[in-house]
C-alpha cells in the first residue's frame, strides 16, 4: 500500500503547509482603554431613548401569566412527543 502512504503524506502535508502561524504577542482589546472616546462619539439623546417598553416596572399578573404559559407550552410539547412515540411504537394502545 505505497500508494495509499503517498497520498496520506501528501494530503497532510498540504494542511501542515496551510496552517496559519500566529505572532508572538498576545491581542489584547480592552473596552476600558476606549470606553471615553466612545462616550463621546454617542449621539445625543432624544425621545426614542426614554421609552419604558422594557424597562420596570413590570406588571406582576402579565409577567405570571406569561411565565406559566411558556411553562405549559414547554411541558406540553413535551408530553404530547412522549405520548406519540409510545403509541407510535405500541407501547400505548
Given at each position: 500500500t505505497p500508494l495509499a502512504a503517498r497520498?496520506?503524506?501528501l494530503?497532510?502535508?498540504?494542511?501542515?503547509?496551510?496552517r496559519r502561524q500566529?505572532?508572538?504577542?498576545?491581542?489584547m482589546h480592552k473596552s476600558a482603554d476606549k470606553w471615553a472616546g466612545f462616550l463621546k462619539e454617542r449621539p445625543p439623546k432624544?425621545?426614542?431613548d426614554e421609552h419604558t417598553v422594557f424597562h420596570p416596572p413590570y406588571n406582576g399578573v402579565a409577567?405570571?401569566?406569561g411565565i406559566f404559559t411558556g411553562w405549559c407550552i414547554g411541558y406540553g410539547a413535551m408530553g404530547?412527543?412522549?405520548?406519540?412515540?409510545q403509541y407510535k411504537q405500541g407501547f400505548w394502545k
Open positions: 497520498s496520506t503524506l494530503r497532510s502535508a498540504g494542511t501542515q503547509a496551510a500566529l505572532s508572538t504577542a498576545p491581542k432624544d425621545h426614542l409577567v405570571g401569566i404530547y412527543g412522549m405520548a406519540h412515540q
